[in-house]
């Protein structure tokens, strides 16, 4: 049986004035609405429990299973809301069944797609105001479930929470489109053979932060990581997926091997390419050939694509032996045309002709 999220509204929501404010400047990650959306399950009765709260403080039991296990997944989304006021989605369908995939991977129980759906709907109608309009604002979705069973045991936890919670946002890089310096870690890597790599689990982004702050200390925004088999590779970077532009109009992105995240906006671009006459080409990409591609001219454009960072150009590579500037450091127009016909469909200015929209308010 489906569930039904019951909405028990909270009796101190945050006052419209503030709440305009925050919406002018949100920033990313740093607000949340009123409420939250949450799920329980157990093994002895499945999913139940689910309502909107307010929201507010997890109460866990300091044995909770994913405090010291990191038995976690979460998934990423936006509504957008249009011209005409109307708040949708895009591509939920493919979060809810990331997000089955991840929960297959960690051992916890998958929740149906129309309950994810459900949840999200729920939510946002309840805190539309939240929604903002403008720019490319957002209200960016973050669902996530966690073992909560109190046990120190080491197997899949007996009970599980699900939680929805949103935040207004604007761009995710503080200084909004302009192009991102990566560094190329040779320290770290990101995902094994046979480990969670495809999976959007806290783990891997907890293991991407000291490569992180390596990064930031060679005045680069994000890491790029190699695969972890052979150090050669292009695989993904620490929070999103990364494409090159070629010069024979080819729209390349490294295949997927197990180890990559599989982007919905990765995806999504994939399907865009040919539209905008270039060729998608999925494949495997050394460091190597990006380096020499793009001191050569062969690569001219590269850029990385996220729902938090939607398509954001790289400006140049770093590693240890230097500095490779991509084309002449500007927006290249390739990823300025990806980018915005990737938002003209999310913000309703074109037309959903792949059917990617849902309406939700
Ligand atoms: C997203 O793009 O939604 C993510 O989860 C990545 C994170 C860097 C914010």
Redesign the pocket.
Known sequence: MSLIFDVHPTSDPMPARRREEILANPG??QHFTDHMAVATWTAADGWHDSAVVPYGPIRLDPAAAVLHYAQEI?????AYRHDDGSIWLFRPDQNAARMQRSARRLALPELPAEDFLSSITTLVGTDADWVPSGGETSL?L?PFMFASEPFLGVRPAQRVSYVLIASPAGA?FAQGVKPVNIWITESYSRAGRGGTGAA?CGGN?ASSLLAQSEAAEQGCEQVLFPDSAEGKWVEEL???NVYLVTNAGELVTPELTGSILE?V?RDSILKLATDEGLTPVERKVSVEELLRGIADGAIREVFAC????VVTPIGAFKDIDGEYPVGDGAVGEVTQKVRRELLDIQYGRAEDRYGWMTKIA
């Open positions: 990313f990650g979460f998934e990423g989304l936006k960016y973050r995710y959007k982004y620490g929070g999103m982007g906006t996220g729902t938090a960072a």
